[in-house]
């Protein structure tokens, strides 16, 4: 479906990940009610979209189409290494382990070319608004 909610035109529109793939395996988690928050770097961020609490964004499939809304909850910005095992756990990728999250989203940031030690990252937690 292409036609975005009137509600929704002045939101921010973006996928989860880095790839087409990513994208879509991201957003299944999301629709099936795991995954309930993201973590990106600080720099990226930054760079483009800083999450703020209640805000709407919506959230696009792997080849762009809007495919729900999501409202953020909770923000918080941390070194890498301080993310609780309790976050990793609500972004329901993997096993759901802190050390899947954290190979993961270390290899993830140094695709982004945002990786160091101790970097800041962007925790974000949300909750689904509606599916298109």
Request: aromatic share 10%; proline share 6%.
């Amino acid at each position: 479906m292409n036609d975005l909610p009137a509600a929704y035109a002045a939101a921010p529109r973006w996928p989860f990940g880095d790839s087409p793939e990513l994208a879509d395996e991201l957003l299944a988690l999301v629709l099936a009610g795991g995954k309930r928050a993201t973590c990106s770097s600080l720099a990226s961020c930054e760079a483009d979209i800083m999450p703020t609490v209640g805000e709407v964004s919506v959230i696009l499939d792997g080849a762009g189409v809007p495919r729900c809304a999501i409202r953020t909850t909770e923000v918080e910005i941390m070194p890498f290494e301080q993310v609780s095992e309790d976050f990793a756990r609500a972004e329901g990728e993997g096993d759901l382990s802190y050390e899947w999250w954290h190979h993961a989203h270390e290899a993830y940031f140094r695709r982004e070319g945002t990786w160091a030690p101790g970097m800041k990252v962007v925790c974000e937690r949300f909750e689904l608004v509606e599916e298109f």
